[in-house]
């Protein structure tokens, strides 16, 4: 056990730093160690999932016309999903993160974890996301 699991020190907490994804993010210059540039990889991130639909209904003309009931460029649905809702999330998630570190914080420093439990304390805070965001499966470490 180490010092760090026993002190009453708060863990680092974070359910977005850290893991493939943000390692990738990361090497690819779409954020930096604490998610700077949001706006990079909301234009990144909802151009590689617009852009590819835009491309195959103007190839398949119905993007404008053609044989839909509804085409692409008229489908605000669509529109909406990938060029609102999708950078919404993707800011959301700085968002997230700056209200939820200082939060696990106060929970040791309003003593809502006892002395006993600090170890546990610490343990579940370093569980990788990945394990919280896939329902079943365990911990490794368990």
Do not use: C
């Not at 998610?35 to 119905?62: K, Q």
């Not at 509804?70 to 999708?86: N, W």
């Amino acid at each position: 056990m180490t010092e760090a699991e026993t002190s009453n020190e708060a863990p680092e907490f974070s359910l977005v730093l850290g893991g493939p994804l943000f390692e990738f993010f990361r090497r690819a210059r779409l954020s930096g160690h604490t998610l700077e540039f949001a706006w990079r990889r909301v234009i990144v991130i909802a151009g590689v999932a617009w852009l590819p639909l835009l491309l195959l209904a103007l190839i398949g003309g119905d993007a404008i016309g053609g044989s839909l009931r509804i085409p692409f460029l008229y489908d605000i649905e669509a529109q909406v999903r990938f060029l609102i809702a999708l950078p919404i999330l993707i800011v959301a998630e700085v968002i997230v993160h700056s209200r939820l570190v200082p939060m696990v914080r106060r929970f040791v420093e309003r003593r809502l974890i006892v002395y006993e439990d600090m170890t546990k304390f610490h343990a579940a805070s370093t569980i990788d996301a990945n394990y919280l965001l896939v329902g079943g499966i365990s911990d490794p470490r368990d």
